[in-house]
């Protein structure tokens, strides 16, 4: 198992929209709908966005979708808010009951 | 509400088994998948494993031979030991709750440990 690759960083004035990309291989993220993705403001803890590729649990704004395309998911994030500066870590399914994360990408708001 | 904490020494001794419990609180360990996931300085989330509330397991292949998980309904925690640690254990270890495939949820705050002599 290989870790996720995710940008370092990316960054976006409010208002605006940002796209983080997630790139694995065949044995997980294109081969399951099963990615999630979490934000986490250092200190608390993960919360989940996103699951299932593109589902928001309860709770989470519609500012917040997901897609994928072949081995690559992405999260956009629209509306830009200050509150949404934060790591942001990918993780998709990889079978057998076992799963891969992403090194995590850095939002800046500015 | 289910919230996580987990608890354990700060500090293992290099070649010594560390050793986490996590507590689950508002709710039961019962008829849930419970996670550790873990954060090396720098580096990005590991998934190390899970445990079943009938006792299955399922670990990272990279650590299985050292992992072992473990459950006690009764006290509604679970825990973690890694055998022989080095340097390289050390990371914020985090606790979950996993609903296979698709998600872990909660998760607890993150506990730090550093394996040094």
């Known amino acids: 198992q290989s870790a996720l690759t995710q940008p370092r960083s990316v960054s976006g004035s409010p208002g605006q929209s940002v796209t983080i990309s997630c790139t694995g291989t065949s044995s997980d993220i294109g081969g399951y709908n099963y990615v999630s993705w979490y934000q986490h403001h250092p200190g608390k803890a993960p919360k989940v966005m996103i699951y299932?590729?593109?589902k928001r649990p309860s709770g989470v704004p519609d500012r917040f979708s997901g897609s994928k395309s072949g081995n690559t998911a992405s999260l956009t994030i629209s509306g830009l808010q200050a509150a949404d500066e934060a790591d942001y870590y990918c993780?998709?399914?990889?079978?057998?009951?076992?799963?891969?994360f992403g090194a995590g990408t850095k939002l800046t708001v500015l | 509400q289910v919230q996580l904490q987990e608890s354990g020494p700060g500090l293992v001794k290099p070649s010594e088994t560390l050793s986490l419990t996590c507590i689950v609180s508002g709710g039961s360990t019962s008829s849930y998948y419970w996670t550790w996931i873990r954060q090396s300085p720098g580096k990005g989330l590991e998934w190390i494993g899970y445990?079943?509330?009938?006792?299955?397991?399922n670990y990272n292949p990279s650590l299985k031979s050292r992992v072992t998980m473990s459950i006690d309904m009764s006290k509604n925690q679970f825990s973690l030991n890694l055998r022989s640690v080095t340097a390289a254990d050390t990371a914020v270890y985090y606790c979950a709750r996993c609903k296979p495939p698709s998600w872990f949820d909660p998760w607890g705050q993150g506990t730090l440990v550093t394996v040094s002599s």
């Open positions: 299932d590729v593109n």
């Open positions: 445990i079943y509330y009938n006792g299955n397991t």
């Open positions: 993780c998709s399914y990889a079978g057998s009951y076992t799963w891969v």
